[in-house]
Nanobody, 119 residues
């Protein structure tokens, strides 16, 4: 009933910037909590940024000061990535906790998008 679609990934040069988007569609009331993760093959999926409906943000040390999570609090979550390095190459996914039409909290995952930073 709710779908998340990430976009904005691709190939970018070291030192460059990229903005990822995660768009929710379907029947729901609002976004409550928003998260961005990244993962490389054979490694753990790491939480790198989070945002609450009260506008509280948290970042992993590896991205703090370079990445910014934001949202319109309606249907879209963004991840602005600046000063990209090869260490940022990974598969990025979003997760959103929504309040559905019936008032229940539910979690949804997007399909993910690949980010590759060239040297």
């Amino acid at each position: 009933q709710v779908q998340l679609v990430e976009s904005g990934g691709g190939l970018v040069q070291s030192g460059g910037s990229l903005r990822l988007s995660c768009v929710a569609s379907g029947d729901y009331r609002n976004l409550q909590q928003m998260y961005w993760y990244r993962q490389t093959p054979g490694n753990q999926r790491d939480l790198i940024a989070s945002l609450t409906s009260s506008h509280v943000t948290n970042y992993a040390a590896s991205v703090k000061g370079r990445f910014t999570i934001s949202s319109d609090m309606k249907n879209t979550v963004y991840l602005q990535m600046n000063g990209l390095t090869s260490e940022d190459t990974a598969f990025y996914s979003c997760r959103v906790m929504i309040i559905d039409r019936e008032g229940y909290a539910k979690n949804y995952w997007g399909q993910g998008t690949q980010v590759t930073v060239s040297s």
